[in-house]
């Protein structure tokens, strides 16, 4: 089915099959910001907030556990002690990056460091190049 999607009586758009709404209301707990009205017949999965939540927080304690392995396993790491760990754990983004991408540029501002959790780069830094691996 397809559904219109409007603010303030304007229509600002359709959604048809695989796309999701409702979702901020949910994660922020706010009021609506959108009227969405089915505009066919339409068939939809409803996931209500104490589910939705249940299912996020179990993820989010399941993904802080796979995030406190690694980092033990990273070799400057593991001697800091198991609380900055977990600090560290539940500070981690994920950032994915295709062969040839950019992930820093010299000269660019220093705010974030990255440790490889899966894949190769390579760096290039007074000329010499240099190739990194995992849990470097």
Same mark, same amino acid.
């Given at each position: 089915?397809?559904?219109?999607?409007?603010?303030?009586?304007?229509? =600002?758009?359709? @959604?048809?099959?695989?796309? =999701?709404?409702?979702?901020?209301?949910?994660?922020?707990?706010?009021? +609506?910001?959108?009227?969405?009205?089915?505009?066919?017949?339409?068939? =939809?999965?409803?996931?209500? +907030? *104490?589910?939705?939540?249940?299912? @996020? @927080?179990?993820?989010? #304690?399941?993904?802080?556990?796979? *995030?406190?392995?690694?980092?033990?396993?990273?070799?400057?790491?593991?001697?800091?002690?198991? #609380?900055? &760990?977990?600090?560290?754990?539940?500070? &981690?983004?994920?950032?994915?990056?295709?062969?040839?991408?950019?992930? #820093? +540029?010299?000269?660019?501002?220093?705010?974030?460091?990255?440790? #490889?959790?899966?894949?190769?780069?390579?760096?290039?830094? &007074?000329?010499?190049?240099?190739?990194?691996?995992?849990?470097?």
């Amino acid at each position: 089915g397809k559904l219109s999607v409007s603010q303030g009586g304007k229509v =600002l758009g359709e @959604m048809g099959p695989g796309k =999701l709404f409702g979702e901020l209301a949910i994660l922020y707990n706010c009021t +609506r910001t959108a009227s969405v009205k089915a505009s066919s017949d339409a068939k =939809l999965w409803a996931i209500d +907030r *104490h589910v939705f939540q249940q299912i @996020m @927080m179990k993820t989010g #304690i399941e993904r802080q556990k796979e *995030h406190l392995k690694f980092l033990k396993s990273v070799h400057i790491l593991k001697n800091l002690p198991s #609380i900055d &760990l977990v600090k560290l754990a539940t500070s &981690l983004e994920v950032d994915y990056f295709t062969e040839g991408e950019f992930v #820093i +540029r010299e000269g660019s501002k220093g705010d974030t460091f990255y440790i #490889i959790s899966n894949g190769t780069v390579s760096t290039a830094f &007074l000329a010499q190049d240099v190739v990194l691996v995992e849990g470097a």
